[in-house]
């Protein structure tokens, strides 16, 4: 293996998991998006998804339209918390907001509340045409009888108020449904259970499958473009995911996003996620929602009017005259915070997605909780965090480094070879082992250790990334919010500064130079990199670097940790 200084090859293979996460796993920005409209207008209702095959409308068997003038006066019902702002409205039994009290749309405190369900102060502050728009798709929790087709809506009466508990009816000519709906405080602020009760009042049967619909307008997005596109960041967008078979799915590529998509077997529960926050149904009716329930039928995709949706059915059933059914849900709607979900035993912790190296990810996540209750300051945390996997990885760094340098002291010698055996390369492969034999240097030495530190550093760049207990935290000073990026540039500019200095501290005498000078554009690429991420994870890398660069000072001038404190004492 040719020599390559530690530096050279620790931020190529860095770039390099970063292009291949954006060019494989990160969501691409959508193409052609359209811009979302500042003014609220009244608009028609989105066109509902297509009904799945299998169960046919059967509008002369079941009408659940009232008359032209409704005589039940639309009514809107506030549940509320220490956590939560939830508006039911009679019209469609459906939920309108759901506003979350710690959690606000801008880093400032008296920002608005983040309401998960209209969307309003999102990506550029505007809310999408026609989301506020009742009798849209932008409610959630309504309740559909025919093939997944979204109903007339009809004006529910309410039949019971309490403090945490609502109860809705209508009376259609064929159909009367009841809706009971429960704030479940007592689990979790965030989580209500919903069951819907079907009588079949006619004199006919009546096939239908009640689904329940979740859905909500997609968040602005800034379309990137020109030859530097590929350095913005990912776009943060609710999408579609779900709990099956034991395994997460989750379609996060929104430009691929069908209109409709079906999905059928042991569901736990079916919902839209971003990257902080999860809103979501959690199949209930058939014994403990730990096994999940088989048969759950979830379909989710784009709807018309800029919108994603989600939804879950137990099936199609065939309801004779005075029969009566029940189904019930529960609901999440609130922050992605792993220890949290877990509680609920329903698998909802998996909604928070490391990817392949989840095993890494979750004892990170652990250990940044942790020393924040040491220190109460996220920014310090994940200094202390840095810190403590720096030392953790320390022995298999100075092998790397120890590798590279006996390396380096070889590269005269290996020069002479390819310049003696420059026509025989069997021969030359021969005296290269041989040399690598006699010095006790392995070539590959250098590689392997760095290699096997790529899982840890995927999985710190996941949990910071996407760590709810992020969201909004200050650090220090102007540092406001270490969940977006550094609005001054200062730590990305300061990072690229210490990538090209640590280049410099270990010169490469022997390297092409039309090599060395691609190298040195690695920082600046590196740093339009950091640009676009949370200052959170630029934060941690650029200490990273530092802690890189006092390691390769003790490894080159042979001194321990203990001499290289004394020797600062002793410069003090």
């Known amino acids: 293996m040719p020599q390559t200084p530690r530096t050279i090859l620790a931020v190529v293979l860095s770039l390099a998991v970063l292009i291949i996460y954006y060019t494989w796993f990160a969501p691409p920005p ?34 659940l339209t009232q008359s032209e003038t409704p005589t039940t006066p639309v009514r809107e019902i506030i549940f509320e918390n220490d956590e939560i702002k939830a508006v039911f409205s009679t019209k469609g039994g459906a939920l309108k907001h759901w506003s979350l009290k710690k959690f606000h749309t801008g880093a400032d405190e008296t920002s608005p509340f983040i309401d998960l369900i209209n969307g309003a102060g999102e990506g550029d502050g505007t809310v999408s045409q026609g989301s506020l728009t009742q009798g849209s798709l932008t409610q959630a929790f309504r309740l559909s009888l025919e093939g997944g087709t979204e109903p007339t809506e009809p004006v529910y009466t309410v ?41 079949n009042r006619g004199d006919k049967p009546v096939d239908l499958e009640p689904r329940l619909w979740i859905n909500r307008p997609q968040k602005a997005v800034k379309k990137g473009g020109g030859f530097f596109g590929f350095l913005t960041g990912p776009p943060d967008l609710f999408v579609p995911d779900l709990f099956v078979d034991g395994k997460l799915k989750v379609f996060a590529n929104w430009e691929k996003l069908a209109p409709k998509n079906e999905e059928r077997g042991k569901i736990y529960w079916s919902g839209l996620t971003d990257r902080y926050f999860f809103m979501g149904i959690i199949a209930r009716q058939a014994g403990s929602a730990r096994e999940g329930v088989d048969g759950v039928s979830a379909v989710y995709g784009k709807s018309a009017g800029d919108g994603v949706y989600n939804s879950l059915s137990y099936g199609g059933v065939t309801l004779n005259p005075g029969e009566k059914i029940q189904r019930r849900f ?34 990170i996540l652990w250990l940044l909780i942790f020393f924040h209750k040491i220190i109460p300051n996220w920014g310090i945390a994940i200094i202390v965090l840095t810190f403590f996997v720096k030392l953790l990885l320390h022995p298999i ?19 002479e070879l390819r310049q003696k055996y420059k026509d025989n390369k069997e021969k030359l492969n021969v005296e290269m082992m041989q040399l690598f034999k006699t010095h006790k240097v392995n070539p590959m030495g250098g590689c392997l250790p760095l290699l096997i530190q790529m899982p840890v550093y995927i999985a710190l760049y996941k949990v910071l990334y996407n760590a709810i207990e992020l969201y909004h935290a200050p650090f220090f000073w102007f540092y406001r919010d270490l969940s977006a990026p550094d609005p001054y540039l200062i730590t990305p500019i300061l990072l690229g500064i210490l990538m090209a200095a640590q280049q410099k501290l270990t010169p ?65």
Do not use: C
């Open 30 to 63: 959508p193409v052609g998006w359209p811009q979302p409209s500042p003014e609220k207008k009244e608009t028609a209702p989105p066109e509902a998804p297509p009904a799945p095959s299998g169960l046919q409308p059967a509008e002369d068997r079941l009408n």
């Open 397 to 415: 760094n100075v092998k790397a480094m120890q590798s590279m340098k006996a390396m380096q002291k070889l590269q005269p010698r290996l020069t």
């Open 330 to 363: 529960s609901a999440y709607l609130g922050p992605k915070k792993r220890e949290e979900l877990k509680i609920l035993g329903v698998n909802l912790e998996h909604s928070v997605d490391y990817g392949w190296f989840s095993f890494v990810a979750i004892p």
């Open 508 to 572: 490469s005498p022997s390297a092409d130079p039309a090599q060395q000078k691609m190298m040195m554009i690695m920082p600046i690429m590196f740093s339009a990199f950091m640009i676009f991420l949370p200052s959170g994870l630029v934060i941690y890398i650029m200490v990273n670097t530092i802690m890189s660069v006092v390691q390769q000072y003790m490894i080159h001038r042979e001194i321990g940790f203990l001499d290289l404190v004394k020797k600062i004492r002793y410069k003090t």
């Open 159 to 199: 039949e019971s108020e309490q403090e945490n508990e609502l109860v809705l009816s209508f009376q259609g000519p064929t159909m009367e449904i009841r809706k009971r709906i429960v704030l479940n405080s007592r689990i979790n602020p965030h989580v209500l259970d919903l069951t819907v009760e079907l009588v």
